[in-house]
């Protein structure tokens, strides 16, 4: 699905090339360091927020990467300003992807990990927007380049998205189908997709869309995960699932207590 509105004008691509990314928070490992997450957060949240909870979670091997995204004007909100990952206009599985913001972001994620030793393993996760991000990077990932056609340089090994939904979903199986290396890259790329059954922002429905036209498209690690009640927001629950699944995915040595 998409939730953009049909402002893309060229004006707005200029704007967007001026706009710069905010802060990033770095949250280090607290044992030893075998994997590094870029997380990213939602519509009007900054990286502050996340890297503040993720620090209580139980993954000392872990390193997180929580940057903020550029405070852009926002089609949702009448042209008002927002910090965004990419133009967001009204909630319509047929209006068109902000493709320009969503290569951005995906490229500043990646510029994040380029510098991580290579003995690390590199994932990507988010909530809400921060999450279509991370779902858009990872059919980046599988098709070894963005929407512009540049190559795609980071080796993911995790993608996590909460209450989210998977950007250019209708254009997946004309990029992936007939390339042997792309289905490959898809097949081996694990996927969680956790979504609350009462979010009245991302419904559910577009959660559950996105894990099948992933799991259509040549994803075969894609697990979905639904939580009665749940809004839009987080409970310990998820995040202990987040974990779990991090841990086993990721390899690594375990939680602490």
Not at 44 to 68: A, H, M, R, V, Y
Not at 209 to 219: R, V
Request: proline residues 6%; aromatic residues 8%.
């Amino acid at each position: 699905m998409s939730f953009t509105g049909p402002s893309m004008s060229s004006g707005g691509k200029t704007v967007r090339r001026a706009l710069e990314f905010g802060r990033t928070y770095v949250v280090r490992p607290k044992g030893k360091h075998q994997a590094t997450v870029v997380w990213l957060h939602g519509l009007g949240d900054n990286g502050s927020s996340w890297s503040q909870l993720l620090e209580t979670l139980p993954l000392p091997n872990i390193k997180w990467i929580c940057p903020t995204a550029p405070t852009q004007p926002m089609t949702i909100f009448g042209g008002f300003p927002s910090t965004a990952w990419f133009d967001v206009g009204d909630l319509s599985e047929d209006a068109p992807d902000d493709l320009e913001g969503l290569d951005a972001a995906a490229t500043h994620v990646a510029n994040l990990l380029s510098t991580e030793p290579a003995d690390i393993k590199l994932g990507i996760g988010g909530f809400s927007m921060g999450a279509a991000t991370s779902l858009y990077s990872a059919t980046c990932f599988a098709q070894g380049k963005y929407g512009n056609g540049n190559p795609y340089p980071a080796n993911l090994s995790a993608v996590v998205g909460l209450s989210g939904w998977l950007p250019c979903s209708k254009n997946l199986n004309r990029k992936l189908g007939r390339d042997n290396e792309a289905t490959r890259r898809a097949a081996s790329l694990p996927i969680l997709l956790c979504h609350g059954k009462g979010d009245d922002v991302v419904l559910y429905k577009f959660g559950e869309k996105s894990s099948q036209a992933l799991t259509s498209n040549g994803f075969q690690d894609v697990t979905f995960k639904a939580y009665n009640g749940l809004g839009h927001y987080t409970i310990p629950e998820e995040m202990d699932e987040v974990c779990a699944w991090l841990t086993s995915k990721l390899g690594l040595d375990g939680c602490s207590s």
